[in-house]
């Protein structure tokens, strides 16, 4: 029986000892309490050169969990350059300072009061970066004022991905806004940048890191964030058609835009709310009427009628064949809703809208002939066609002084230096018939 009970107690302490050592061995580990998250961004406002040259960077620093939070490092990747500084640099917290660590390139945030649960601090510093293809930061941090301690003071970094961004961002990139035509002379289609009103079109984002490398991770981490804007704003532009935030995939993403009225000289901006990084996509066009030297029509003239019966109809010659890398493209439309109407004393245009005549990438010094027809049932059209006077704006609307109004060419052959200017003004069996001489830019036109 001694035996048996010396047995047992040997077991029973070897079982002991085990756990003991169980105990120890967690115990180098951080707590599941010592949590902290952290940021690297770009500095508001950024304009950098991506993949090479430098840039401001704010590194935050964040506490988690219900443990002080005293010291941390954070430490850039190969082809990253901290920008030496002198230690002591202020902070946005008066308890702390920023250091920087010579022998590892690391930035160090020291304290004489740490951080509780909630409290964040943050450094601004200068990097230089070429040939980097790993944008990311490390990060430690420890409860000790001084970054000492090792490893039991260490702090976790948070496993929730959106509490932290150690990745910044770069710049963004967007492809063109516009529309594929067929080229029957080339094996690709070629780009014209005027998109039809009420039609989906798409066009595609990326994200970029400070490295130039495509940001995969961009929009998982905390502040990333990017919204669309129409520029100008005044006339509003692109009503109702200002595309959603943009959901990124592994750093792009296809964007719909449908336009919802016509609109000449549109810009989308693409902008990260956080470091105000942006893009501002090519200049295009909303039309009704889209015209090209091809298509499967033989037609020689582009032609489109008014809404709601018809009752204006403006006709013009098609673009001319491309010439080197501008491919020519005339964009026709209405619109009765532009800001102003001011034409030779007048405030209303006849058949209460006006006409979009948008020719695009012309040759230098082209010019277009346009015909516009208003029909003899439109209020305000009976009497003298001479009784009526056409005005152009060149600001969507927002005045009317580019020419107010139309004067007469004066001859049937007019040249580049009568443009804009009025070939022909007459009535054709009751209905109005004016041919407009415009160089080849993009007026609206209101009659009234």
């Known amino acids: 029986m001694k035996v048996r009970r010396k047995g047992l107690a040997t077991v029973g302490a070897a079982f002991a000892l085990a756990a003991l050592v169980a105990v120890i061995g967690a115990a180098q580990a951080a707590p599941p309490g010592k949590i902290y998250s952290a940021t690297v961004h770009v500095t508001a406002p950024a304009e950098i050169d991506t993949g090479a040259g430098t840039a401001n960077l704010t590194l935050t620093l964040t506490n988690e969990s219900k443990n002080t939070l005293g010291s941390a490092e954070f430490k850039p990747r190969t082809g990253v350059t901290v920008v030496p500084f002198t230690d002591g640099r202020p902070t946005t917290d008066p308890d702390w300072t920023a250091n920087y660590d010579e022998a590892s390139g690391s930035v160090r945030l020291l304290s004489t009061a740490p951080l509780i649960k909630g409290e964040s601090v943050s450094t601004d510093v200068e990097v230089t970066f070429a040939g980097c293809t790993d944008a990311r930061w490390d990060t430690r941090a420890k409860q000790s004022n001084d970054f000492s301690g090792n490893p039991g003071n260490d702090f976790t970094l948070s496993s929730n991905a959106s509490l932290s961004n150690l990745r ?77 935030d943009p959901t990124w995939v592994g750093g792009t993403d ?96 006849v058949g209460d809208t006006f006409v979009n005549i948008n020719p695009r990438d012309y040759p230098e010094n082209a010019t277009v002939k346009v015909t516009l027809t208003y029909d003899k049932s439109i209020p305000g059209i009976s009497g003298p066609a001479a009784d009526h006077a056409l005005c152009l704006s060149k600001t969507n609307g927002l005045d009317w002084a580019f020419a107010n109004p139309v004067p007469s060419c004066g001859t049937d052959t007019p040249v580049l230096l009568d443009a804009p200017c009025i070939i022909e003004q007459k009535k054709d069996q009751g209905n109005l018939r004016i041919v407009l001489f415009i160089k080849a830019d993009d007026p609206w036109g209101g009659m009234t």
């Open 168 to 244: 910044p961002l770069g710049s963004f990139d967007m492809t063109g806004i516009g529309t594929e035509v067929d080229d029957p002379n080339q094996t690709e289609d070629v780009f014209v940048p005027q998109i039809e009103v009420s039609t989906s079109t798409t066009f595609d984002v990326t994200a970029y890191d400070i490295c130039g490398e495509v940001h995969t991770s961009y929009g998982s981490g905390f502040g990333d964030s990017a919204s669309f804007d129409a520029d100008p704003d005044i006339p509003e532009r692109l009503v109702e058609a200002v595309p959603a």
């Open 254 to 349: 296809t964007v719909t835009l449908t336009p919802a009225v016509v609109e000449t000289g549109d810009f989308l901006v693409l902008a990260d709310e956080v470091t105000e990084i942006s893009f501002t996509s090519n200049e295009f066009d909303v039309v009704k009427e889209l015209c090209t030297a091809f298509g499967t029509t033989t037609a020689t003239t582009c032609e489109l009628e008014s809404p709601g019966g018809g009752k204006i109809r403006v006709q013009a010659p098609k673009p001319p064949a491309p010439v080197g890398a501008d491919v020519p493209s005339l964009g026709l439309g209405f619109n009765p809703n532009l800001p102003t109407f001011d034409c030779d004393g007048a405030s209303e245009a």
